[in-house]
């Protein structure tokens, strides 16, 4: 077994780990918070969290007006014009209102208006709408902070320029430390506000971090917020981390390991550090992923040559054998309503992509383009199944559950693992050089392709569900 990618250009036969134990055949037969702050989720689900702000008395709408609420179609081809001027209250206010517009712009659906020379008004009080129609805008967010010891008050609000309206005001009580989930936080609510769907800045992203030499590399669990920000390794590299996997419902990771020169599945517990062995089989477990309830692990039980898709408890125990082809079956992943579940498999000669039932019953083949298909990945919103393709090179692309409409977002030298944001409106992968690779995250119609950088060669990306 190796981490090579299953698509890699290596010869064969050469390992990134020389304790890692190889299976003959196997391409690439396995996929892929320290702790997350330990009062994040605490201070912000206490009764002071979210306080609905009073709303102050709109303008009168000029004659004409329309509104900057509109679609996620619309915004792709013309990003909303948003101004963010600088919150009340000092420094903090300041680098909170950088992480809320960077947050948006990145996203490639606004457009950062600039938002000198335009006077502030006191906090609570309608802005100048005339003014700020002026500038271009449409949508303006204002705010105040206030610090009072380690407790931060956040107040915002979100305005419709061209009708003169408020849409949102909210207020944020936290520790001074979370202030950045609290921007995150904010830039949601004014993406849900505009654009009628969720949210994704509150999350986090965990990925495998690379350094050392080529032949011997160091591999580590790593997580960090899912704009590159507050990076920390969660294992120290004495074992190699593969293919980490976030909980849907627990603050837990599934992932890889080789350890004494076994592969297995382990569970992270990013609440007290700890790491523990999901089961106790025989031979060899990879390719995990959670049930959709969070209550399971579905993954792939290397047996005679080939390997199996079971599904089992966390501790490893109820384990169930869902395919038995003789043939590499790998990379589970069950939609979303846990109905379904797509993995890639070898056992029509050549690796594709199939959809069973979630008992394993009703295989079926979903993949017909030319080239190798795997890394499937159902997203979120049910409605696509993203995969690596291999033909002429390497590609990132999505197509329905059914197989068709396939879509390449991405082409080259070696793109693959990709993972939905919770709202299944953009994509991240790896994309390396042969060399090292490095995270980047799409649209799924295949625009505004942004890398997140990373302090090290990343790989094996894992985008969590929202934290708020």
């Not at 990925?207 to 011997?216: M, Q, V, W």
């Not at 109820?318 to 054998?321: E, K, L, S």
């Given at each position: ?6 698509f ?8 990134d ?7 003959p055949?196997?391409?690439?037969a ?6 997350i ?11 002071a969290?979210a306080?609905?702000a ?30 963010i ?5 000092g ?8 992480v ?9 659906l606004?457009?950062i ?6 006077a ?15 500038t271009?805008a449409?949508a303006l967010?204002t705010?105040?902070v ?5 407790q ?10 061209l009708p003169g ?8 009580t ?12 904010i830039a949601?609510?004014v993406y849900?506000?505009?654009l009628?769907?969720k949210?994704?800045?509150d999350?986090?992203?965990a ?10 590399p ?18 120290d ?20 390991s080789?350890?004494n020169?076994?592969?297995r599945?382990?569970?992270?517990d990013l ?13 060899m477990?990879?390719?995990?992923r959670?049930?959709?309830d969070?209550?399971?692990i579905?993954m792939?039980l290397?047996e005679?040559?080939?390997s ?9 125990t109820?384990?169930?054998?869902l395919t ?13 309503d ?7 498999s ?9 959809v ?9 083949r979903?993949s017909f383009?030319a080239?190798?298909?795997g ?16 033909g002429?090179?390497?590609?990132i692309?999505?197509?329905a559950?059914?197989?068709s ?8 030298y ?17 994309r390396?050089d042969?060399?090292?690779?490095r995270?980047v995250t799409i649209?799924?119609?295949?625009f ?11 790989s094996?990306?894992a ?6």
């Open positions: 077994m190796t981490d090579t990618p299953r890699s250009r290596r010869p064969s036969g050469e390992t780990d020389a304790t890692a134990p190889t299976i055949g196997m391409v690439r396995i996929t892929r918070r320290g702790m702050g330990t009062t994040v989720a605490t201070a912000l689900a206490a009764p969290w306080q609905s009073p709303a102050a008395a709109p303008a009168a709408a000029g004659n004409g007006a329309t509104s900057a609420v509109i679609d996620v179609n619309r915004a792709r081809t013309a990003p909303i014009p948003i101004a001027p600088p919150f009340a209250g420094t903090s206010a300041g680098d909170l209102v950088g809320i517009s960077h947050d948006l712009s990145n996203c490639g606004f457009r208006v600039d938002a000198s020379g335009i502030q008004t006191a906090p609570g009080g309608a802005p100048d709408f005339g003014a700020w129609r002026g271009g449409q967010v705010g105040s206030t610090q009072n010891g380690d931060l008050r956040v107040e915002f609000r979100l305005w419709d320029i309206t408020q849409l949102q005001g909210t207020a944020y936290t520790s001074t430390a979370n202030w950045r989930r609290i921007a995150h936080i949601d609510v849900q506000r505009l009628g769907e949210g994704y800045f999350t986090r992203i990925y495998i971090s690379t350094t050392g030499a080529a032949r011997n160091t591999k580590r669990l790593a997580i960090m917020d899912q704009d590159g920000a507050n990076n920390r390794f969660l294992t590299g004495t074992w190699t981390a593969l293919g980490p996997r976030f909980s849907p419902t627990r603050d837990q990771i599934a992932f890889i080789y350890v020169k076994a592969v599945v382990y569970l992270f609440g007290t550090g700890t790491r523990s062995l999901v089961g106790n089989f025989r031979t477990t990879f390719a995990p959670f049930t959709p969070g209550n399971g579905v792939s290397y005679n040559g080939g199996n898709i079971i599904t089992c408890s966390l501790n490893g109820n384990v169930r054998t038995n082809s003789g043939a590499i079956d790998s990379s589970p992943c069950f939609s979303p846990g109905s379904q579940i797509v993995f890639e070898d056992r029509g000669g050549d690796q594709q992509l199939y069973m039932g979630a008992d394993g019953s009703g295989v079926r979903i383009g080239g190798r298909y890394d499937p990945v159902w997203s979120p919103r049910g409605d696509l199944i993203a995969f690596t393709r291999l002429s090179s390497f590609a692309g999505v197509m559950p059914d197989g409409g396939e879509r390449i977002l991405s082409e080259s070696d793109v693959e693992a990709p993972t939905f944001c919770p709202n299944g409106r953009v994509i991240m992968f790896q390396g042969g060399q090292t690779s995270l649209d799924i119609t295949g505004n392709e942004q890398v997140v950088e990373t302090s090290t060669s990343a094996d990306p985008w969590s569900p929202l934290l708020s």
